[in-house]
Every structure is written in structure tokens, then in C-alpha cells.
């Protein structure tokens, strides 16, 4: 058996090496159908990666509340993600904050309210993003003050900080904002302090902290008495404990919400839900919209294989006059389409990668490298060389001997 396919193999080769331009560009089309998926896979998975290394930077203590409709499909995590109104609807309130700050193993709690709003400084900044939370706010997330100070008990209430982007975008530079005053519809604030630069504009909290303004919850209820709270993030005092911390946060939320149940309780890897969710939606979307690519490339091996049967009937007739079975002149077609595909895919993989890396260059999204990536592309590959390759070779292994011997080039 190891014979047979080793010879198979070989007239493969040959009969791909005689043709090496043709081939090349039948696995060209592979190629890039395998690429775009590749670079799909690679970036979608780079950023689940970059929220997933943010939350175990923080740490194993942390826990996310977030309003929900506890609902999985496909709809409505997009929902959840993208309607503006998402967040009005928020059953979650400031006195939340404080119901979970009287719990046990809890060493802060920090909300954050959104809200969109032009920003009126020495320039004007167009739908600039105004968070509301309070002093506990930094001892969770990892971050620095660039000058100034956070967020406190003893701060004006007006007081706010700005990101290091928003503070250019605003002031014209980052050592210009202490002490500097804006408003946002006709309340004024004053900058109190300034955020060391961030990377990282897709993260678990949504919201982009390098180009935003950090302002007092209740400061931004009275600006803007629509926006509710989207999330609280919470801290424990100690880890080994965090699942039964979230249990009691839970119980604790719906006998304050007189039963209600419309907000999740999130620790670990669940905290990148629903983001983490709509990725994976997104990444499947895109890659059945480049699998349309593959489907022509396939489609290119199955016009090669045509002409290849076409072109070698005479071939076909003497193997099977000196004894070859159908099933033998098969598996040769087969394993030249095979082949074609499976260059193709390694050539798409490689390919994928390069373009990956080269974005990566001017993105916070380093190419994701994993075995299941690997593995997609290795499966695509042969089910692409199977499915085009199966009717030349069959067309090939039907053929008439006779017929066959009395066929010319």
C-alpha cells in the first residue's frame, strides 16, 4: 500500500513539475483564499488575546458586573454590544456600589457610566468619551498618573482627569492641562490630573481610557441624567475565595433589586464575555466571506485537473491497459489536487502571516499564532483539494481504455 501511494505521489510531482507555471498559479489562488483567512483568524484571535492578557495582568481578584439579558445567541450579543441604548436600559445604580462595597473579601469597587458629548476646551473635541467613576477606579485597573493626582475623597467635585490623547487633543499638550478647565454642556470642570499614555483602545471595559475624560459618577448623572452604569468592576482581598465572593455579589444584587436578575456576575475567563463572544461572531462572519475566495481558488484546481485529464487520455488508456484500476487512476488525479492544495495552503499560511506581521507594526494587534490555526488551515487545504479534485478524478478513472488509447495530444 505504501508503494502504491508513494508512487502515486511521484507522478504527481512529475506531472506538477512539468507544468510548473500552471501551478503555481493554481495554488496562487489557493493561496490567497487560505490567507484571507488566515489573517482573519490571526488578528480576531490576537485581540480576544490582548483583552484576555489585560484581565490576568490585573490580576485573578478581579470580578465584572454588567447588565444583561442572559441571553446567548447570536442576536443578542450583538445587541448587547452595539445598541446605543444599551446601557439607559442598565438596571445597575450607584447604591449597587455601595451594597457591594459591605460585602466581605471586597477591597474596591469601582463603576463606569459612558457618556458621548462634545468637550469644549482650548479646542473642541466632537463626541469626546466622559466616564464616571470614583477613586477606586485606578487601584483596579493597571494605569498610571502622568501629573497631577487621581481621583479622591479630598478632590473638587468637579475634578477630572484626562488620557494622555485627549489631553493633546484638548490642550495641545499633556503639560499644558493641570489646572486647566473645560465644559461639557456648560458644566465646567478642572483637570486635576493626566493619565500616563495607554495602548490599549479594545479592552474588557469598552471604552478607549487614552482618549477619554475621567469624571465623579455622580458629576456625570448630573450632566447627563440618561447615562446609567454599564459596569462595576471589583476587587477582592483575596483570590481562593473570588467564586464565592461572586456568589454572595450576586445574592446580595437581586434581594437589593427585589428579585431582579438582569445583570451577570463575571470572574476569570467569563469576563471577556460578551466581547470575547461577538469576536468569535465577527471572525466566523469574515472568514465565510473570504472562504468565497477559497471556493474560487478551488474551483481554479478543478479547471487545471480538467485540462490535466484532458490532455493526458492516452496516459490513462495504457495504465489501464497494462492492469491499472479505476480506483488507481483515481487516486493519482486525486493526489495532484491534493498536493496543489495543500501548497497552496502552506503558501497561504506564510502569506497570511506576513501581512499580519506588517500590521502589527502600525496596530496594538501582534499576529496570534495557535495549533487550531494550523490545523484550520491543513483541514481547508485537503477539504478544498477533495471536494475540486474528486470529479476530474473520477472523470479521469471512468474513462474508456480503449477510447482512451486512440486520444492524441
Same mark, same amino acid.
Given at each position: 500500500?505504501?508503494?502504491?501511494?508513494r508512487?502515486?505521489?511521484?507522478?504527481?510531482?512529475?506531472?506538477?513539475?512539468?507544468?510548473?507555471?500552471r501551478?503555481?498559479l493554481?495554488?496562487?489562488?489557493?493561496?490567497i483564499?487560505?490567507?484571507?483567512?488566515i489573517?482573519i483568524l490571526?488578528?480576531m484571535?490576537s485581540i480576544?488575546?490582548?483583552?484576555?492578557?489585560?484581565?490576568?495582568?490585573?490580576?485573578s481578584?478581579?470580578?465584572v458586573?454588567?447588565?444583561?439579558?442572559h441571553?446567548?445567541?447570536v442576536?443578542?450579543?450583538i445587541?448587547?454590544? *452595539?445598541s446605543?441604548?444599551?446601557?439607559?436600559?442598565s438596571?445597575?445604580?450607584?447604591?449597587?456600589?455601595?451594597?457591594?462595597?459591605?460585602?466581605?473579601n471586597i477591597?474596591a469597587v469601582?463603576?463606569?457610566?459612558v457618556?458621548?458629548?462634545?468637550i469644549?476646551?482650548?479646542?473642541?473635541?466632537?463626541?469626546? *468619551?466622559?466616564?464616571?467613576?470614583n477613586?477606586? &477606579?485606578?487601584?483596579?485597573?493597571?494605569?498610571?498618573?502622568?501629573?497631577g493626582?487621581?481621583?479622591?475623597?479630598?478632590?473638587?467635585?468637579?475634578?477630572?482627569?484626562?488620557?494622555?490623547?485627549?489631553?493633546?487633543?484638548? =490642550?495641545?499638550?499633556?503639560?499644558?492641562?493641570?489646572? %486647566?478647565?473645560?465644559?461639557?454642556?456648560?458644566?465646567? &470642570?478642572?483637570?486635576?490630573?493626566?493619565?500616563?499614555?495607554?495602548?490599549d483602545?479594545?479592552?474588557?471595559?469598552?471604552?478607549d481610557?487614552?482618549?477619554?475624560?475621567?469624571?465623579?459618577?455622580?458629576?456625570l448623572?448630573?450632566?447627563?441624567?440618561?447615562?446609567?452604569?454599564?459596569?462595576i468592576?471589583? %476587587?477582592?482581598?483575596?483570590?481562593?475565595?473570588?467564586?464565592?465572593?461572586?456568589?454572595?455579589?450576586?445574592?446580595a444584587?437581586? %434581594?437589593a433589586?427585589?428579585?431582579?436578575?438582569?445583570?451577570?456576575?463575571?470572574?476569570?475567563?467569563?469576563? *471577556?464575555?460578551?466581547?470575547g463572544?461577538?469576536?468569535?461572531?465577527?471572525?466566523?462572519?469574515?472568514?465565510m466571506?473570504?472562504s468565497?475566495?477559497?471556493?474560487?481558488?478551488?474551483?481554479?484546481?478543478?479547471?487545471?485537473?480538467l485540462v490535466?485529464?484532458?490532455?493526458? *487520455?492516452?496516459?490513462i488508456?495504457?495504465? %489501464?491497459?497494462?492492469?491499472?484500476s479505476n480506483?488507481?487512476?483515481?487516486?493519482?488525479f486525486? &493526489?495532484?489536487?491534493?498536493?496543489?492544495?495543500?501548497?497552496?495552503?502552506? =503558501?497561504?499560511?506564510?502569506l497570511?502571516y506576513?501581512?499580519? =506581521? =506588517?500590521?502589527?507594526?502600525?496596530?496594538p494587534f501582534?499576529?496570534?499564532?495557535?495549533?487550531?490555526i494550523?490545523?484550520?488551515?491543513?483541514?481547508?487545504?485537503?477539504?478544498?483539494?477533495?471536494?475540486?479534485?474528486?470529479?476530474?478524478?473520477l472523470?479521469?478513472?471512468?474513462?474508456?481504455?480503449?477510447?482512451?488509447?486512440k486520444?492524441?495530444?
Open positions: 500500500m505504501s508503494l502504491l501511494l508512487t502515486h505521489y511521484n507522478l504527481a510531482k512529475a506531472s506538477l513539475k512539468q507544468n510548473r507555471t501551478s503555481f493554481t495554488c496562487l489562488g489557493i493561496a483564499g487560505v490567507a484571507s483567512i489573517l490571526s488578528l484571535g480576544k488575546n490582548l483583552i484576555s492578557n489585560q484581565v490576568s495582568s490585573i490580576g481578584n478581579l470580578i458586573v454588567r447588565p444583561t439579558t441571553k446567548d445567541t442576536s443578542s450579543i445587541e448587547e454590544l *452595539t446605543s441604548s444599551q446601557y439607559a436600559k438596571s445597575l445604580t450607584l447604591s449597587d456600589v455601595d451594597t457591594i462595597k459591605n460585602l466581605d477591597s469601582a463603576p463606569i457610566a457618556s458621548n458629548n462634545t469644549h476646551g482650548d479646542n473642541t473635541v466632537d463626541s469626546g *468619551t466622559i466616564v464616571g467613576t477613586s477606586d &477606579f485606578i487601584n483596579i485597573q493597571n494605569f498610571s498618573i502622568s501629573s493626582s487621581f481621583l479622591d475623597k479630598t478632590s473638587p467635585e468637579n475634578a477630572a482627569v484626562v488620557g494622555y490623547s485627549l489631553a493633546i487633543d484638548l =490642550f495641545g499638550s499633556p503639560d499644558n492641562a493641570i489646572t %486647566k478647565s473645560f465644559s461639557i454642556r456648560g458644566q465646567k &470642570f478642572i483637570v486635576t490630573g493626566v493619565l500616563e499614555k495607554i495602548e483602545p479594545i479592552n474588557f471595559n469598552n471604552v481610557l487614552d482618549g477619554a475624560v475621567l469624571i465623579k459618577a455622580d458629576m448623572h448630573s450632566v447627563d441624567n440618561s447615562i446609567q452604569i454599564q459596569q468592576n471589583i %476587587k477582592t482581598a483575596t483570590t481562593d475565595t473570588i467564586a464565592d465572593t461572586a456568589n454572595q455579589i450576586n445574592d444584587l437581586i %434581594k433589586k427585589s428579585g431582579d436578575n438582569n445583570f451577570s456576575v463575571a470572574y476569570g475567563d467569563q469576563i *471577556t464575555h460578551p466581547t463572544s461577538l469576536i468569535t461572531i465577527i471572525s466566523g462572519i469574515l472568514a466571506v473570504a468565497i475566495s477559497l471556493v474560487v481558488g478551488g474551483i481554479g484546481v478543478m479547471n487545471i485537473m490535466s485529464v484532458s490532455e493526458r *487520455t492516452h496516459e488508456g495504457i495504465r %489501464k491497459a497494462v492492469g491499472a480506483s488507481n487512476i483515481l487516486l493519482q486525486l &493526489f495532484e489536487s491534493l498536493i496543489l492544495s495543500l501548497l497552496g495552503g502552506i =503558501f497561504g499560511l506564510f497570511g506576513v501581512i499580519a =506581521f =506588517f500590521i502589527s507594526l502600525i496596530t501582534s499576529p496570534y499564532i495557535s495549533l487550531e494550523l490545523a484550520i488551515t491543513i483541514l481547508t487545504s485537503l477539504i478544498v483539494g477533495i471536494i475540486f479534485g474528486l470529479y476530474p478524478a472523470k479521469a478513472a471512468h474513462k474508456n481504455p480503449i477510447e482512451s488509447l486520444h492524441y495530444r
